[in-house]
């Protein structure tokens, strides 16, 4: 049971990626998804998270209107469609599931992180 997250890489200033995290033992259509990101030095920060149904979906006020995020639940695949990328989204970006059930509580999955790396 895991969460591959790929797709980082080095970008000028203004360039866009897609970043894809894929599910394996699971799948994904019952879990709420999310991007967070950690740079250098500071905290784990939400990036933008996805319900379930699809039907609400949260970004940072720092991304909006320049990511947006997706799933493809047929792959077991969420994406991160980022654009306009700035020195400030240089991070490493991971991508997590989360399901609440009354028997288990909140089961998360962690990917294990991809490098973003936006140059000036």
């Known amino acids: 049971v895991q969460l591959q997250a790929y797709g980082g890489g080095l970008v000028q200033a203004g360039g866009s990626l897609r970043l894809s995290c894929a599910s394996s033992?699971?799948?994904?259509?019952?879990?709420?998804i999310g991007w967070f990101r950690q740079a250098p030095g500071k905290e784990r920060e939400g990036v933008s998270c996805e319900s379930s149904s699809g039907g609400s979906t949260y970004y940072a006020d720092s991304v909006k209107g320049r990511f947006t995020i997706s799933r493809d639940n047929a792959k077991n695949t969420v994406y991160l469609q980022m654009n306009s990328l700035k020195p400030e989204d240089t991070a490493v970006y991971y991508c997590n599931g989360n399901l609440y059930t009354s028997s288990r509580g909140n089961v998360d999955y962690w990917g294990q992180g991809t490098l973003v790396t936006v140059s000036s």
């Open positions: 033992g699971f799948t994904l259509n019952r879990y709420t």
